[in-house]
């Protein structure tokens, strides 16, 4: 949309600028032809229209509230009645972006006579509290409110309507408002319209008012009372272009508003009509509206569509090659054609001399060009890469590729989204991101997702290394992109080249115009002949007072623009610093040439003094009416040049300075860096109060939405670095799944983290165990650090990322709450589980493993691994205890992608709004900062700034610009810097130094894009003033200056006056060398190892003669050589010498220069080092020593110059292969340096001569001859120290330099208070020695104790024995271990399903309990898929994909569960036959076997059938594959074949038919038909769709009897639901109704039942002991509990199902338990009852050996155990027969108190009713004796059962049946 509003703007430019319009330009147009549109000035109509009714109800359109307005009678004027009340109306914030410049009003508007003004307009819009005062008064106020908001600029307008507190935006949405107040409304929008520079502010104000009230009704009304209404006050012509204005500007910024404009286009047209019939408008209003209502239908008809550019029609001003389109038309942003398109771009080369046609041509030209420099690298990298993409080892020349590129989330700038983006950094191993220039700041990407067929463009925004490292980059993208909660992988593509700079400069470019283009005539013409600047033309007799050229003390008057200035000499400057500086002041355009050392920055510097201090005379406007103040502008290529220039300024200019750049290391001008300025503004409250509000406003929503985000954001990033509690996750988890996560753990928080195998006790940890020794180490990450650091180089890295940023971005003018953020952080840290930051740091949090990294390494794995389920295969998981660990992880992963992407959404839903609001934010801050700029003295700019801020230099109109660095610059960003307000231009530099560096090499040369606009004003003829004296080099080396570049240089007497470099034989001197360079891995660089380790073995050398390292520079032309410095260069002896590239290093200057030259090579490349121009940067920048090496003789050969310079050298004898250096001490020694190992002859600066000095310690000097510290007040002596400081007389044994020890530390021989002697520090008392000898003591087990004399004995002996254990295995174990279970031993047991146990003897528990087989299965499933379950009874349901499909649709079912018949229309057709029913059901049609009449792709008869899919096989073409015999009539001639789709064998039709319709009689499994070649299974084809369809409903068959019927099972959960509920333990009762949900099928059910039952059994057991075992034996008790909770969870242990062996051991170890409780149940009762156990002692020791033992009961056991507990009973009184919980449930049923219950003489039980007394008497069923008795006396050998119910006397008697109760049974 936004490019067809484009289009449309060019359509209707030319005729709106013919006729004029609502934008500022157009309405100066317009102005022209119409008097009464001219005036800017209008008195506003003061007739009476205010009206008053009755109140009526409406409704808001957002809220739905009624809203009381009142009533009108929209008649005329009147409809614009007063309002009572009225609710705001909300309003959603836009983005808008428009401007207008129009008339505001000055005349006081004075209405009268109007009632209840306050009633239709709000009073805090006005800013007045409602008082008893006339309403006369009132209106006047409020009109003057307005007025006076009309009055102020049209920046502050736009932020005076915006602002919340100002009111504007409520009076838009007033129902009714007078005529008059809706046409001062009007002249107000248009204010705001006019705002040129902040256009998000303007945006957001144009959506605010295309939804207002105002909009939507006010306008249409005030257009028919235009049309009513006649009356000599009201300016219709204004009124009218107002209006037109307004919508225009609504239709072209918002294209959606038309729907609520058209009404009022309508009613416009009759009105204009009659006002222009009438002459009460002019016809430039009607052609006006014509041209709106054409480019309103045109946006209405284009609404939705993407219409194509429309390009202005333009004059053609090359007749031989015009070009093809306007160049104000081309996009700024490459263009999918641009990349990918293969055509040759329209470019016309930089005019070297003569001029241009015009200023169309010259920015053609420059636009062009500087255009196809910045896509060029893009354009032929795709294309390359597009060729060579599969060939991973090609190194892609233009571009940077990235693979594999997630946009993982937005991220909150200070004032726009940023998107976090993740690659792939497998590749990069070897890069340096430290150093490389890949994605450094402000880069330009292209990223797309499907091979550049869509892209979309960003920048660099954030570059931190450890990211980069991790594949981690912040970037900015530059085209609205809405990525969503998209997965797309994208392709990255980087070129290196500066975004920013170009999209500034090509805007610039494109905005400038033929009237607004300064300095036409030289930079466009060409002109050589310089006028005076105009404020000089206007006044030619202007005197400068030139005093701050000499001392500034006494005035030094000059008529600036005459020819009697004073001398030279009387200046204090020599010829050509006078007729510089005097061409600096004289000419409106000055090129000063500064050869190196010259003093550009000087002649600067004194220019800009001179100017400075005579600005009265040049601010002055050109009608000399008033002094209009204007800052000089000052402009520098670097931030280095930059502060150099402005600290100069500062000298004599302390304030009133303004820097815009990067990064400045300059302390004088902290205080003047843009952020400090606005710092100091806002703490003086010197902005005005609108730009305040505003700011205010935006702020306080940025802040809320940015906490948000932050809060999403952190959320995100936290679950890389640990494990998220469940509680957090529930929300992603199903309900099944989240209850049996928590089944176990009581803090839920810490139920993922055992479940994950982070807990060291859960079930997992030993898995855990095995991954993490996997576990390989990055041999990287184990480096240590190196004991020498790197020297702090500035990479090349870093200076491109200061260069490129400007600080007009208030990063730190806004306050970060840190403590908010801190607080976020920490709140969603509170979410980790498993926090590695809180578990590394304690050593026994994590058992595991012994190493913090391993472990880090291992979760950092886990959690970044992309590896998760899907959405299907975390719905088919039933019990998630049974996943393998992967699996979990695997889940775990699914939850927090769901839990990422809820985050996610949230920061997308944000991300709009914020990135408007920063737009608006930017513009507020361009406001602000255009106050601090508007009254400044000087403002400086790095070029990267100006073209950052070129709005802001728009308005500002600065007159003087002076450009440092000139030469080096491209001359489409001078351009672009410059506006049309600049009357001055001072370009200094040197054009034979470093030119511009485009991207493009061909571009350069061919194209004459390095020609900087100085070098092409100097090549046109134009007066250069060259400075002809320099200050910097000494003889030696200017000479080469003055012969090989600078003809005529002449050298200053300071530099005559140098002293000789010390230790060297030479002054200057090139060493020459064969050795050859190396290229940089990740760039094109180059190094030289041999040059590298030499300068660094020369400075090291030169510091030793006494320089300090910042005397010293390192100068190398190649960037890749510095990190060869870098690594060799580590020792602090280094810090202070500056190593850095040539091209950073222009402007610069030290005493001593050492010169890398690299290249050397046998293909004879020297690369650049042939440009004259780095040439002379190179070799000037020394002033006392300059020494190089390098391949001379490489150079001569390739280059003319180097020749020169070479045959001049050598004839100098300042060239060879050896370099002299000569001992300051010894001045007859000198040594030749030719190899790096020459270096040794002088270790210390000297020579190999020893020193003989005295030290002050009394030694001799040990080092060799050494000419730095010739006092020796810093040499240390090393020789031993012969002081004696112990009382034992023992000597120091330190060195000299260093302290004596307090203590004496020589190791001595004493005897300790344990007897043992030991060597100790000879000052150490015996009685605080801890003995290190072994302890002599013997432990328990008679082994000797481990531990050392000082230390505890060891409680667990470590000494390893031969054990026997009771399961009869023995082994080697360590002596403390004496538990059974901890063997070893492979159990081997044969299990049922006749595997054999793979599990050790402990695991299976000696043999009672196995583990689980995991045999594989291997048995062939009913699908025809293999069981890859453990060896089971039943084969569960196929968990793989179902691969049933047909040729509609695919089943995305698992292969087990069941498939949903297809219905859609049966495709099997032919022309002969069709199937009517539908493809899941059988086909009511019969084959068809007429041959197929098609021909395929080879031109030959289909060999197929009628109706069926052709075979790719062909009769003549594979004769031979085809007639291979498989069912014998393959050769026949007429034999037809049948493509397979599965597995796409070809097979003969009748043999295929026959295999197909054949039944195996004797195969009774469901089985589907295979391939009779390949055997894979037939499930697509037509043909035999009823064979395959009948197969399958038999398959369906199956699993529907396997998955089972769903009602029962339902009902059978139902009854395990309650049988569950008898389950007394809490823990088990919840485990089973969690697992109860996720039963699936019958045999869950069955496992679930069994699991139930052994539980009750369990519990049954352990009730039948609880209280009942006495203290005796505590010991078995405790022993029996604890085998009742393994047992307990064996039963619950997550498993898939139970197999037969494991039912069976649980059977039998329950029953064993059972009988181990009841065994010292009974002898509890033995013991408490006082029995004697002598004729028990056999049946106790027989039942004690086979329940207490290890080994597993058998049936022989189980009868001899059965015996003698029967026989225990009897003797202890036990009810024989019965066990306790049927006793109990017998005296309950039968309902009797206690004393009911009696024994026969043979001990069998029987019960007495009524009162319990014996009144008959009977016989026992039992065994036949005598019950019962008479008269309440029992029989004979009759005794009462106390056992039955603890009664102690029979029920019956009443003297005594209180005694069987106690008093808490009675009361």
């Not at 990479?795 to 971005?809: K, N, P, S």
């Not at 391993?854 to 299907?872: A, F, G, V, W």
């Not at 939850?895 to 990422?900: A, M, T, V």
Request: proline content about 4%; overall charge neutral; glycine content about 6%.
């Amino acid at each position: 949309m936004a490019d067809a509003n484009q289009s449309r703007q060019h359509r209707y430019r030319g005729r709106r600028q013919r006729r004029g319009g609502g934008r500022g330009g157009e309405r100066r147009s317009a102005s022209h032809g119409n008097p009464a549109y001219r005036s800017t000035e209008r008195p506003v109509s003061q007739h009476d229209s205010y009206g008053g009714g009755g109140h009526r109800r409406d409704v808001d359109d957002q809220t739905g509230e009624q809203i009381g307005r009142r009533n009108s009678d929209n008649q005329g004027h009147d409809s614009f009645g007063g309002r009572a009340h009225s609710r705001n109306r909300s309003l959603n914030r836009q983005d808008p972006n428009q401007n207008y410049q129009g008339a505001r009003p000055k005349r006081e508007i004075r209405p009268t006579g109007y009632r209840r003004l306050e009633d239709y307009i709000h009073l805090d819009f006005f800013k007045v509290v409602y008082m008893p005062t006339t309403n006369c008064n009132l209106k006047k106020k409020c009109y003057r409110r307005l007025e006076e908001l009309l009055s102020k600029e049209k920046e502050e307008i736009l932020m005076q309507v915006l602002a919340t507190g100002f009111g504007f935006q409520k009076l838009l949405n007033e129902d009714n408002i007078n005529r008059d107040m809706c046409a001062l409304i009007l002249r107000a929008i248009v204010s705001a319209c006019e705002c040129t520079t902040s256009r998000a502010s303007l945006n957001s104000f144009l959506g605010k008012l295309q939804k207002s009230i105002f909009i939507k009704n006010i306008m249409m009304h005030h257009v028919m009372s235009l049309k009513n209404e006649r009356n000599h006050r009201i300016t219709y012509e204004v009124e009218i272009q107002d209006i037109i204005t307004v919508i225009w500007t609504l239709v072209e910024k918002l294209p959606s508003s038309t729907h609520e404009l058209k009404a009022s286009l309508l009613l416009l047209q009759p009105t204009i009509d009659e006002l222009v019939g009438e002459g009460l408008i002019s016809e430039c209003c009607l052609e006006r509206y014509k041209e709106l209502n054409e480019y309103f239908h045109a946006v209405e008809n284009t609404q939705g569509e993407n219409e194509k550019s429309v390009r202005r029609k333009k004059v053609n001003v090359d007749e031989e090659t015009p070009p093809p389109d306007d160049f104000r038309a081309i996009s700024i942003f490459p263009t999918l054609y641009d990349l990918t398109a293969d055509h040759r771009p329209y470019l016309r080369r930089n005019k070297l001399d003569g001029s241009y046609d015009n200023v169309d041509h010259y920015l053609d030209v420059q636009f062009r060009l500087l255009r196809e420099d910045l896509v060029r690298p893009l354009r032929e990298g795709i294309r390359e890469y597009l060729q060579h993409k599969d060939d991973k080892h090609r190194r892609i020349t233009d571009i940077r590729v990235y693979n594999d590129v997630t946009i993982e989330y937005p991220v909150c700038s200070h004032d726009c989204i940023l998107y976090r983006v993740r690659f792939d950094v497998s590749r990069l191993k070897g890069v340096r991101w430290q150093s490389t220039k890949r994605l450094i700041y402000g880069s330009l990407v292209c990223l797309s997702p499907d091979d550049f067929q869509t892209v979309c463009f960003a920048t660099v925004a954030n570059r931190e290394v450890k990211d980069l490292e991790n594949g981690f980059l912040e970037i900015k993208f530059e085209n609205d992109v809405d990525f969503g909660l998209n997965e797309r992988h994208y392709t990255m593509v980087e070129t290196s080249s500066f975004f920013e700079a170009y999209r500034h400069v090509l805007h610039s470019l494109q905005e400038i115009t033929e009237t607004s283009m300064p300095m036409r005539s030289y930079i466009i013409k060409a002109r050589h002949e310089v006028d005076a600047p105009s404020y000089l033309r206007h006044n030619r007799n202007m005197t400068y007072d030139l005093s701050p050229l000499v001392d500034g003390t006494t005035k030094l008057l000059v008529r600036i623009a005459g020819n009697s200035w004073p001398t030279a000499t009387a200046l204090q400057l020599d010829d050509s610093q006078f007729d510089a500086v005097r061409t600096a002041l004289t000419k409106e355009f000055a090129v000063i040439q500064g050869p190196p050392g010259t003093g550009k920055t000087y002649i600067g510097l004194k220019i800009v003094h001179a100017l400075l201090h005579n600005s009265e005379c040049w601010t002055i406007d050109a009608a000399r009416a008033r002094v209009k103040h204007s800052p000089i502008f000052v402009v520098c290529f670097t931030n280095h040049a930059l502060d150099q220039f402005l600290e100069g300024i500062h000298s004599f200019q302390p304030t009133g300075i303004v820097r815009v750049g990067g990064r400045s290391n300059s302390e004088t001008l902290k205080s003047f860096n843009l952020t400090q300025l606005r710092q100091k503004a806002r703490e003086r409250k010197e902005l005005p109060i609108s730009i305040l509000n505003r700011k205010r406003d935006i702020l306080r929503d940025m802040h809320a939405l940015r906490d948000v985000m932050n809060l999403a954001e952190e959320r995100i990033k936290v679950t890389t670095t640990g494990v998220i509690g469940e509680i957090y996750l529930e929300t992603w988890m199903s309900d099944d799944h989240y209850e049996l996560l928590t089944q176990f753990e009581v803090n839920s928080d810490n139920a993922v983290v055992a479940w994950l195998g982070l807990a060291g006790n859960n079930i997992a940890s030993d898995i855990v165990f095995d991954d993490i020794q996997n576990i390989v180490h990055d041999p990287d990450e184990e480096q240590t650090e190196e004991e020498n650091e790197e020297m702090d180089f500035a990479e090349e890295a870093d200076l491109l990322t200061e260069q490129r940023l400007v600080d007009i971005d208030d990063v730190k003018g806004e306050k970060v709450n840190v403590k908010e953020i801190d607080r976020i952080k920490n709140t969603v840290r509170r979410q980790l589980a498993y926090d590695p930051l809180k578990q590394f740091a304690d050593e026994d949090g994590f058992q595991l493993a012994g190493d913090k990294k391993t472990r880090s390494q291992y979760l950092k794995k886990r959690l970044h691994s992309s590896d998760k389920m899907t959405e299907i295969e975390a719905a088919r998981v039933g019990n998630i205890w049974n996943l393998e660990l992967n699996d979990r992880w695997g889940l775990y992963r699914f939850w927090i992608s769901k839990y990422c992407n809820y985050e996610r959404q949230t920061l997308f839903q944000n991300q709009a709004n914020y990135d408007a609001l920063g737009k608006e934010l930017q513009e507020v801050r361009l406001e602000e900062d255009l106050r601090l700029m508007r009254d400044a003295k000087v403002i400086g700019m790095t070029t990267t700034g100006a073209a950052r801020c070129r709005n802001m230099l728009q308005r500002i109109q600065a007159k003087i610009v002076i450009v440092e660095e000139a030469a080096e610059v491209l001359e489409a960003h001078i351009v672009s810097s410059l506006t049309e307000g600049c009357e001055h231009l001072i370009l200094i530099g040197d054009h034979q130094q470093l030119r511009p560096n485009p991207a493009v090499y061909n571009l350069a040369k061919q194209f004459n894009l390095e020609i900087s606009l100085f070098e092409r004003m100097v090549k046109n003829g134009m007066d250069c003033q060259r400075l002809d004296i320099q200050h910097r080099m000494r003889p030696e080396i200017s000479s080469i200056m003055k012969n090989y570049f600078y003809k005529g240089l002449l050298d200053a007497p300071n530099v005559l006056q140098y002293g000789n470099i010390k230790g060297v034989s030479s002054n200057m001197f090139f060493i020459e060398h064969n050795q050859f360079e190396t290229a940089v891995n990740d760039t094109l660089s180059k190094s030289n190892i041999f040059e590298a380790e030499f300068l660094v073995n020369f400075c090291k050398y030169l510091i030793q003669q006494g320089y300090e390292p910042s005397e010293i520079t390192i100068l190398t032309t190649y960037t890749g050589q510095l990190f060869q410095f870098k690594k060799i260069m580590k020792s602090k002896f280094f810090k202070g010498v500056r190593v850095c590239a040539v091209d950073n290093y222009q402007g610069e200057e030290n005493e001593i220069i050492l010169l890398s030259l690299v290249r050397s090579n046998a293909a004879g490349k020297i690369g650049f080092l042939k440009e004259k121009t780095r040439m002379c940067v190179a070799l000037s920048r020394a002033k006392k020593g300059l020494f190089c090496i390098g391949n001379m003789k490489l150079l001569a050969t390739q280059d003319e110059n180097w020749n020169k310079i070479v045959k001049e050298l050598r004839q100098k004898k300042m060239l060879g292969p050896t370099i002299r250096l000569c001992c300051q001490n010894h001045t007859n020694t000198s040594v030749e340096i030719c190899e790096l190992s020459d270096f040794t002859k002088c270790p210390e600066g000297g020579c190999n001569v020893p020193c003989i000095s005295r030290l002050k310690c009394g030694h001799v000097c040990k080092l060799p001859c050494h000419p730095y510290d010739p006092e020796h007040k810093e040499v240390i002596c090393r020789e031993a120290c012969v002081r004696v400081t112990c009382p034992m007389g023992h000597p120091c044994r330190l060195k000299c330099f260093q302290k004596c020890e307090k203590e004496c530390k020589v190791s001595v021989t004493k005897c300790l208070p344990c007897g043992h002697n030991q060597k100790v520090p000879c000052f150490k008392d015996v009685s605080t020695v801890a003995c290190s000898s072994a302890c002599p003591k013997t432990l328990e087990c008679g082994h000797a104790c481990k531990e050392r004399c000082s230390q505890p004995c060891t409680s667990r002996c470590q000494q390893i024995v031969s054990k026997l254990w009771p399961c009869g295995h023995n082994g080697e174990y360590k002596c403390y271990v004496d538990d059974p279970l901890k063997c070893s031993h492979p159990c081997g047991f044969s299990l049922k399903c006749d595997h054999t146990c793979e599990g050790k003897c402990g695991d299976c528990k000696n043999g009672r309990l196995h583990q689980q087989c995991r045999s594989k299965c291997g048995r062939t499933l009913v699908c025809g898929h293999e069981c890859l379950e453990p060896c089971t009874r039943n084969c569960p349901p196929c968990s793989k994909p179902c691969e049933n499909r047909c040729v509609h649709s695919k089943c995305p079912r698992k292969c087990g569960d069941e498939c949903t018949p297809c219905t859609m229309p049966c495709e099997w057709k032919c022309e002969h036959q069709t199937c009517t029913r539908q493809c899941g059901q059988l086909c009511n049609r019969d084959r068809c076997n007429e041959p197929c009449k098609k021909l395929i792709k080879c031109g030959h008869a289909c060999v197929g059938l009628c109706g069926e899919p052709c075979p790719k096989k062909c009769r003549k073409c594979d004769t031979e594959e085809l007639t291979a015999i498989l069912f014998g009539n393959e050769e026949d001639p007429d034999v037809r074949f049948i493509e397979l789709e599965d597995c796409g064998h070809v097979i003969e039709s009748e043999g295929l038919d026959f295999w197909m319709d054949k039944k195996d009689e004797q195969q009774n499994d469901v089985q589907p038909k295979l391939c009779p070649a390949c055997r894979t299974p037939i499930r697509r084809n037509l043909r035999y769709g009823n064979i395959i369809k009948q197969l399958q409903w038999d398959v369906e068959c199956v699993k529907a009897k396997i998955n089972g019927d769903k009602h029962q099972i339902d009902l059978d959960k139902e009854m395990l639901e309650i049988k569950i509920s008898r389950v007394s333990d809490a823990e088990s009762r919840r485990y089973l109704s969690i697992e109860l949900k996720t039963l699936k099928t019958p045999d869950h059910v069955t496992d679930m039942k069994n699991k139930v039952q052994f539980l009750l059994e369990l519990e049954k057991i352990t009730k039948a002991g609880n209280g009942k075992i006495c203290s005796g034996y505590v010991k078995f008790e405790t022993k029996i509990k604890k085998e009742l909770e393994t047992c307990k969870q064996w039963i619950l242990k997550p498993r898939n199902r139970f197999s037969e062996q494991l039912l069976e051991d649980i059977s039998l170890e329950l029953q064993r338990i059972k009988y181990f409780m009841e065994l010292y149940v009974l002898k509890s009762i033995l013991h408490t009852s006082k029995i004697s156990k002598d004729e028990l002692l056999d049946y106790l020791s027989t039942v004690k050996k086979r329940v207490a033992g290890v080994k597993p009961l058998i049936e022989g056991d189980i009868k001899t155990i059965h015996f003698c507990l029967k026989k225990i009973r009897e003797k202890c009184g036990s009810i024989p027969g019965i066990s306790d919980d049927e006793r109990v449930q017998i005296v309950k049923a039968m309902g009797l108190s206690k004393g009911h219950w009696f024994k026969c003489p043979k001990g069998h039980v029987y019960a007495i009713g009524d009162c319990g007394g014996a009144t008959t008497e009977g016989k026992c069923p039992e065994c036949g004796s005598n019950i019962g008795g008479t008269n309440y006396q029992l029989r004979e050998g009759n005794i009462l059962a106390r056992e039955m119910d603890g009664a102690s006397y029979a029920a019956w008697s009443e003297q005594t049946n209180l005694a069987n109760y106690g008093f808490n049974d009675i009361f």
